[in-house]
């Protein structure tokens, strides 16, 4: 059967990316795609109302998915998802990015069309390059990989603070204030914010028994870490991780993440993956795979 494509509906095409997703993962240091959760987070963030949704892009080889082009936060960035062999599909999604997708950047203060690729994906990066994208070499996202196997060392905190899940208390206004402060905003939260646990929390597999919280002691969320665990294929997925910046540098965030990954290594989770290669991860044992270059196209 030859390839078709078509838009992207959301109450037809959900479920089938998020197999599609999981289908295509393959252990070891490398991911071609997304990981599942990274689907699922973005369709229970409030930030999904910007998106056209309907401006994606889908590939199928006899009624299965073989390929995306996808946005998350508005048009100015697009992702390829693709299955193995099916390389040749890519020069229609550049078409289709170039024809709908694009706008403007904050960080170059430029309207332009940014595609991440793989710094192992030489196929996308060479036909990226025919259509006109340049490597922009400042800006990459790094992927570590932690190691499940191993025992998770203890995760002690000062004293008068605690380590907690959401299963325990599932307080949305603390975790709401903990992530605006702990994503360096200031001023009062805006509603867009306030509603954004709720919306997250809807996501069908999000666990607050793995979702970790460390509450200080006037009982406000002082460090978040949520974790995702895909037990089709035995990893979990740490995202978002925050620490208000009134308590930083005594362990918190370490605390969190390492009780988060203890639990889904209780679940069963063979490995667990986060989108950074920030010295943190590092410190606390993660180690980086490989990472995802932006690629640009100038739009002005």
């Known amino acids: 059967m030859s390839v078709i494509s078509r838009r992207y509906d959301v109450t037809r095409d959900y479920e ?3 197999q599609f997703l999981i289908d295509t993962y393959q252990p070891g ?3 071609l795609n997304w990981l599942q959760p990274r689907w699922e987070y973005m369709h229970h963030h409030p ?3 910007r998106v056209p949704l309907d401006l994606m892009l889908v590939l199928e080889d006899d009624g299965k998915i073989v390929g995306l082009a996808n946005l998350e936060d508005g048009l100015t960035f697009v992702y390829f998802q693709r299955a193995p062999g099916y390389d040749y599909i890519l020069p229609e999604m550049l078409t289709h990015a170039d024809k709908h997708f694009g706008g403007p950047s904050v960080m170059l203060q430029r309207k332009i069309i940014g595609l991440f690729i793989n710094d192992f994906d030489a196929e996308l990066e060479e036909l990226a390059a025919s259509f006109g994208y340049e490597r922009h070499e400042e800006h990459h996202n790094g992927y570590s990989k932690y190691d499940l196997s191993r025992p998770i060392p203890p995760t002690p905190v000062p004293a008068g603070f605690r380590i907690q899940s959401l299963a325990d208390d599932n ?3 603390k975790i709401n204030t903990c992530l605006w402060r702990g994503f360096n905003h200031e001023g009062e939260i805006p509603d867009e914010d306030l509603r954004k ?3 997250a929390q809807s996501a069908p597999n999000f666990r607050k028994e793995h979702t970790i919280v460390v509450v200080a002691p006037d009982e406000s969320y002082v460090s978040y870490a949520g974790i995702w665990y895909v037990p089709q ?3 979990a997925y740490v995202e978002p991780v925050a620490t208000d910046p009134d308590y930083r540098k005594i362990g918190l965030a370490r605390a969190c993440v390492l009780e988060s990954l203890r639990r889904v290594q209780a679940a069963g989770a063979e490995v667990a993956w986060v989108g950074s290669d920030q010295p943190f991860y590092k410190a606390i044992g ?4 490989f990472q995802r270059n932006l690629w640009i196209k100038w739009l002005d």
């Open 29 to 31: 240091d490398q991911m």
């Open 197 to 199: 646990e709720a919306v």
């Open 171 to 173: 307080d949305h206004h």
């Open 233 to 235: 294929n035995g990893y």
């Open 47 to 49: 930030f999904i109302a």
């Open 286 to 289: 993660f180690e980086k795979k």
């Open 16 to 18: 089938a990316v998020n």
